[in-house]
Structure formats: C-alpha cells, structure tokens
C-alpha cells in the first residue's frame, strides 16, 4: 500500500514510524530541511521536501497513485486543502488533521466529502474521550471495546493483593476461563506470555473479556470499582475544554486551574459548568488551597509531560484515588507508568490507532485499533481461504510476538483457546508488538 503523509511534525513523525515498520510503501512531505534528514536518517522511507499544498511538491511524492493521503501537519487549514488537492489528483483515500471541534459535526460532514477529505481526526477530542473512559471505570489503566462492547480489553496494574498474583499463566487459564491474558508490560517491556510465564506484582496486564465477566476480572486482579464524583484538571487546554463538553451530565464537579490569566477569562464561556480558577498547578501550596485531597480524580493536561507526572505524584500523596496525565513523549510513558501514574493519555498514539484503523478496514466504523507504546490491538476480519481459518488456533504455528485473545462471530462476543476454529467474517482481536500487525494482518487475508 502506498500512503503519502504530509507533515513531518509529532503526530506525522510518529505515524510515520509505526508505517515504516509496516513495510509500507512511505512518502512524507515537510518543508522542514531538519525533520526530512531525521526521517531520511532512521526510517525506512521517503521523503519529499516542499509544501503539502504545492502541486509540483504532491506530484513529487506520487499522490495520484496512493492509496492513503494522511494531512497532519500544524495547520487544519493545510491539512484540508492538501487533502482537496490530493483527492483532485487521484488518491483513494484522503485524511485531515483539525482542531476544530465544529468541523467533526455531522451536519457539516457532506461538506468535507465534497472537498475531498474522507475522513477527520480530532486528537483532542479522542484524548477527551479516552479521559471520561478512565474516570468512568478507575481501576484500569486502558479499557477498549470491540463491537459495542462484545469483547472488552482492558489494561490493569497489579498490586500485592491480586488474587492473580505469582499465578503461571497455565495456572491462570486452568482457574479462571472467562478471561484471557494477552500481553504483559513489565518495566519498559512488552511481552506475549506464554503457560510457563509468572504474574509479578506492578505488572500491567492486558485482559480480554466479555461484559458479563468485567467483575470477576476486577476481583481477581484485586480492584475495586471506586466512584468519581468530584475532579481537579490543572491546564485549560483544548482536551479539557473537550473533556468538559463530554461530561456534561452532571455526574462530575470539575474545576479547572490554569496559570494563564487571558485563558481563564475565556473558560467559563467554553466550559459554563466547570469551577475556573487562576493559579499554578505545579505548586503545591496551590493544590493545598483548592482542596485537591478532597477530590476523586486530578488530571494533568499542561504543555509539560514533566509538569504533568509531577503534578500527578503530588496529587497521589495527598491522597487522590484516580489521577490522568497527558505525556507526549512516549519515551517518559514507561516512566510514567512505573512511577504509579493511573492512566497515561497521549496524543499521537491515539492519532496513530485512528490512522492504523483505517488502513485495516475500508469501513473503519467495523475496525478497531489500540496502539500502545511499543504494542498494538487490533481488529481485523478472518477473509475466506485466509490462513488462519484453515486449522485450530493451537495448529497454526502462529509467530511469537502475537496472539490471538478474542473474537466477535454473528454478533457474539467469546474467547479464544487452543481448540478455537477461526471462521471467515469473525473479528478477531490480535495483540502483537509494534512492527508486527501488518504480517499478523497477512494471516487473515
């Protein structure tokens, strides 16, 4: 497949990396001299120096044969009429980073195909998202569903009084049938587990389940379903401002704190229901007079992935059961992870699952994708005469770094064991380490 990006910045660099382990066919565009010799130097893939909405600089890169025109650069505006201009030049697929809330509407929808933009991405909003998904359901530190909810993978960190723990995965399955243990992130690794593999505490476990068996799944990794009512966000940025619209049912109190005074004046219009206070939430006497003790969740949602933990640490040890950061550098995620940061939003990995989950399905509302930091999740349907259909899951000679956890047949969600006969238009729920879903997706085509 050849997929032309256009924009060399974090979320384009970022993409870019994960395509280039994909053995795609890459080009990408930036009229930045240093970030195309970066790409140049340590991907395998194109580059095109020039701007996106220069037609000679889109000839260049062949958009009229490629198959997937990604516009990601700073600016929406670019961002659209790239898209415009590659579509007018025959790319098949066309889509547009924005920042504009208004534009994902679906009154103004037709609009954006008449442009040539087939599809928006919004990383604020889907970190928004993803931020009401953790206050909901505190005990994970990632929940994803497939379906509507027929197969539910979830991220859980394990502490010492997990009934699960110093269990042998073989052991695990022998004891527990309604759940399967797909990957393990330990310190700053993840690994698919085989039988002989044990539990340790401060593991994070990823489960796939069905909904009927998310309590047991909480009982055994020894959570408890706490409530959030009350929330403390330090940094009135567009993620809270969204965050704020999403949560709009009166089910949580939410005071926002920014060191920005112009912000703060234009808040209360943005987010009417939420407390605005002007002050700076890395300092601690601050958190002490807003009464952070006394809340369910703080998220953290400055500029600063550093300000961001620090502040989520702070948080913790004045006692807050539930805390969010945004951490932009993936290489602090681990960190940040093994530092007892509750659930760890990060844009250009959600850009990176919007992206991937339109390369998987032509229909990307029956698609699914989860990237994680150095793993990913997906969804991708058994086609008829694919390999993986032609034996028992346990016959397959499937690779190591991949495994099988669930699948969604005629509507219904179940795990998957050994025995497990995988048949055409079943969805199958893949984990693998990054580099590896486009082999994995092979199997299946």
């Not at 994803?144 to 960190?157: A, P, Q, R, S, W």
């Not at 009934?163 to 690994?191: D, P």
């Not at 219009?269 to 807003?290: A, W």
Request: charged letters at 25%; hydrophobic letters at 40%; aromatic letters at 6%.
């Amino acid at each position: 497949m050849k997929i032309v990006i256009a924009g060399a910045g974090e979320v384009g660099s970022h993409v870019a990396k994960l395509l280039s382990h994909e053995e795609q066919d890459i080009v990408v565009i930036d009229s930045n001299p240093e970030r195309v010799a970066m790409l140049d130097a340590n991907y395998n893939l194109m580059t095109v120096l020039g701007s996106p909405i220069s037609f000679q600089t889109l000839m260049d890169a062949g958009v009229e044969r490629c198959d997937l025109f990604i516009a990601v650069t700073p600016f929406e505006t670019s961002n659209v009429t790239a898209c415009a201009m590659a579509k007018s030049m025959g790319a098949k697929k066309t889509v547009a980073r924005i920042d504009n809330y208004e534009f994902m509407l679906q009154c103004h929808r037709e609009f954006f195909n008449n442009l040539g933009v087939d599809s928006l991405i919004y990383p604020e909003l889907l970190a928004a998202k993803e931020i009401i998904t953790a206050l909901e359901r505190p005990w994970v530190r990632n929940w994803f569903e497939i379906h509507d909810g027929e197969l539910i993978v979830v991220g859980v960190k394990i502490r010492d009084n997990a009934r699960i723990l110093g269990m042998q995965l073989k052991e695990v399955s022998m004891k527990e049938h309604v759940f399967h243990l797909s990957a393990i992130k330990r310190h700053h690794e993840t690994i698919i587990p085989r039988g002989d593999d044990y539990i340790r505490s401060g593991d994070i476990l990823y489960f796939t389940t069905t909904p009927e068996h998310i309590d047991r799944l909480r009982d055994a990794c020894g959570k408890q379903n706490t409530e959030i009512r009350r929330v403390m966000v330090v940094g009135g940025s567009r993620i809270a401002v969204r965050m704020a619209a999403l949560a709009k049912d009166e089910k949580y109190r939410i005071k926002i704190i920014d060191f920005d005074r112009g912000r703060c004046m234009k808040l209360p219009e943005k987010c009417p229901e939420c407390t605005i206070v002007h002050g700076d939430g890395r300092d601690i006497e601050t958190l002490k007079e807003e009464n952070v003790a006394d809340y369910d969740a703080f998220v953290a949602l400055t500029g600063s992935s550093e300000t961001n933990i620090l502040t989520c640490l702070t948080a913790k040890e004045h006692g807050v059961k539930k805390t969010i950061a945004e951490v932009e550098n993936i290489q602090f995620i681990s960190e940040a992870e093994n530092l007892n940061i509750g659930t760890i939003i990060n844009k250009k990995l959600l850009a990176s699952s919007a992206v991937f989950q339109l390369l998987l399905d032509e229909d990307e509302s029956s698609s699914a994708f989860m990237a994680l930091a150095d793993a990913e999740v997906a969804d991708i349907v058994a086609k008829e005469g694919s390999k993986i259909t032609r034996a028992a899951v346990k016959d397959l000679r499937l690779p190591h770094d991949m495994t099988i956890a669930g699948l969604v047949r005629d509507g219904k969600g179940m795990l998957v064991g050994g025995n497990t006969l995988i048949k055409p238009g079943d969805h199958v729920v893949v984990f693998c380490l990054s580099g590896a879903i486009h082999k994995t997706e092979r199997l299946f085509n």
